[in-house]
Each structure stands twice: as structure tokens, then as C-alpha cells.
């Protein structure tokens, strides 16, 4: 190996040093993932997102007779641009949509959705009789006062973990 003049070796220093400042930076979203998980499976504490502009506060699910059920919560998105909620899983159902009730001619409806936009500094409600999300395929028996964790996949937030209970209405 060619030797060093100390310039060049310190100027060399330098540069690894900045890059593994980058590499830091590009693993602290995974470490901050992978420690929400862990969180998780060890039941403890409320989940934390990984996004501090997207908040998720008052999730709840409905079980409806048939194996189904809905969930519900208020998407608050603190920052300033616009997010939008492009998917939804879980364990405990087969499959998860983003659905919306539509009331048209006095016969209500619901339809999918692709895409729920986040408006900045905004918020959007998933209620009973608007967007909801529909948990179809139910793999366990849910009562009243259990906790289900949903993820929600963001389009700019990427994945954020919400605990909600089960309740009657
Ligand atoms: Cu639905």
C-alpha cells in the first residue's frame, strides 16, 4: 500500500467521516422502524410513529356480524405538504381497504379507494357513514375492549403502527 503524506491521510479521514455521517443518517428511519416493532411485540407502550407529521389519534374498530369489520380514527398530517394513505394491513384480517360510504338517492354505497390525500396542516376523519377502512377475512374471533394494531402505509410518512380497540359503536 502507497504511503500517506499526513495531509492526504488526514484529508482522507475527512472524507470517510462525512460519509459515514450519511450512512448514519439513512439507517436512523430503519433503527426507528425496527425499534417500533419491537415495541410491539413485546406489548408494551403506545406505538410511536414513524413520521412525526402524520398522527393518527382515536383509532377504534367495529366488528360487524359476518366476519367483517371497519375501522376508524382521525389522520391528522402536522406538516407542510400534502400525504396521503395508500394502504392499509394487518394480521388479524385477510385483507384491509380504504373504503367510502356514499349515500346516493337514499341507498348507501361504498367504494374503494386508492388514495386518501392528507391535506397539509390538515385532517381527515374515518367515520361511521364516510371513509372507513374495511377489514374483511377476520382471522381471530374480536370482542369488545381487545386491541388490534393496524399498519397504514403513507405516501411520504411510509408505515405508521396504530393500536385500536374493539368496540361496539
Ligand atoms: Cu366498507
Known amino acids: 500500500m502507497q504511503e500517506m ?3 492526504e491521510s488526514k ?3 475527512a472524507k ?3 460519509r459515514f455521517a450519511v450512512l448514519g443518517t439513512c439507517l436512523m428511519p430503519l433503527l426507528l422502524l425496527l425499534a417500533g416493532c419491537t415495541t410491539m411485540a413485546q406489548g408494551g407502550p403506545p406505538l410511536t410513529p414513524a ?3 402524520i398522527s ?3 383509532a377504534w374498530v367495529r366488528v360487524v356480524p359476518g366476519g367483517t369489520g371497519s375501522a376508524y380514527m382521525t389522520i391528522t398530517n402536522n406538516g407542510g405538504a400534502e400525504d396521503a394513505l395508500i ?5 388479524i384480517a385477510s385483507s384491509a381497504m380504504i373504503h367510502r360510504t356514499e349515500v346516493k338517492g337514499g341507498v348507501a354505497s361504498m367504494t374503494m379507494v386508492d ?3 392528507i391535506p397539509a396542516h390538515g385532517k381527515v376523519e374515518l367515520s361511521p357513514g ?3 377502512i374495511m377489514l374483511e377475512g377476520l382471522r381471530q374471533q374480536l370482542s369488545p375492549g381487545d386491541e388490534v394494531v393496524l399498519r397504514l402505509r403513507f405516501e411520504r410518512a411510509g408505515e405508521v403502527m396504530v393500536r385500536a380497540e374493539v368496540r361496539r359503536q
Not at 87 to 91: A, E, N, P, Q
Open 56 to 58: 393518527v389519534s382515536g
Open 87 to 91: 394502504g392499509v394491513s394487518t394480521d
Open 5 to 7: 503524506h499526513p495531509y
Open 11 to 13: 484529508h482522507w479521514l
Open 51 to 53: 413520521s412525526e407529521d
Open 16 to 18: 470517510h467521516i462525512k
Open 115 to 117: 388514495r386518501l390525500p
Open 130 to 132: 364516510g371513509y372507513h
